[in-house]
């Protein structure tokens, strides 16, 4: 099994501020990795696929890039609505999401 | 419009069963892959279990492995788990998700909105 890793577990950040969130794979995914928001009381969504392509009606603001055991998703310059709960996940074989990172109001 | 719709959640006594459904809506049922992802109050997303298009393939987390089983009715536009000897740790949120393609070994472009089980004495 694949362990997923995320950090940090919580970032604090200000509105207008650059966030990254960092996933790293016990053992090479190529480029088989997601990224989903989850709000609460909410489902997750897609945000990125193969590590860096965008899901379609994501902003642009949002970014992908890694290959192999680590990876990074990039909010250039955080809304308010971005505020949440972010999960990787690997899908070189059978799918494994990483814990989280809660991304919050500084 | 893809729709999602899980049901068969409820409250039942550790040692029992359970059997969720999730009705699909506004794709071809019978060209994806299908999972069943669940959330702990409070905890982050586990993958449970994932069946292919033509149920010839299934996977399943090592926490679920011989207690729960997936299913598909693609005449009925319908996914399954069946949970037996429920324990207290599977209390969750199940969300029933669809794989962006048919084997199941992707990533999920659409879920529904999640199904509660309590499993408590």
């Known amino acids: 099994e694949i362990v997923m890793t995320q950090s940090p577990a919580t970032l604090s950040v200000s509105p207008g501020e650059r966030a990254t969130l960092s996933c790293r794979a016990s053992?090479?995914?190529?480029?088989?990795l997601a990224w989903y928001q989850q709000k609460p009381d909410q489902a997750p969504r897609l945000l990125i696929y193969?590590?860096?392509t965008r899901a379609t009606g994501i902003p642009a603001r949002f970014s992908g890039s890694g290959s192999g055991t680590e990876f990074t998703l990039t909010i250039s310059s955080l809304q308010s609505e971005d505020f949440a709960l972010y999960y990787c996940q690997q899908y070189n074989n059978w799918p494994f999401f990483g814990p989280g990172t809660k991304v919050d109001i500084k | 419009e893809v729709q999602l719709v899980e049901s068969g959640g409820g409250l039942v006594q550790p040692g029992r069963s359970l059997r969720l459904s999730c009705a699909a809506s506004?794709?071809?049922?019978?060209?994806?892959?299908m999972h069943w992802v669940r959330q702990a109050p409070g905890k982050g997303l586990e993958w449970v279990s994932g069946?292919?298009?033509?149920?010839?393939?299934?996977g399943y987390a090592d926490s679920v492995k011989g207690r729960f089983t997936i299913s598909r009715d693609n005449a009925k536009n319908s996914l399954y788990l069946q949970m037996n000897s429920l324990r207290a740790e599977d209390t969750a949120l199940y969300y029933c998700?669809?794989?962006?393609?048919?084997?199941?070994?992707?990533?999920?472009?659409?879920w529904g909105q999640g199904t509660l089980v309590t499993v408590s004495s």
């Open positions: 053992q090479s995914v190529s480029s088989n």
């Open positions: 193969g590590a860096s």
């Open positions: 506004g794709f071809t049922f019978d060209d994806y892959a």
């Open positions: 998700a669809k794989d962006i393609g048919s084997l199941a070994t992707n990533y999920f472009d659409y």
């Open positions: 069946i292919n298009w033509n149920s010839g393939r299934m």
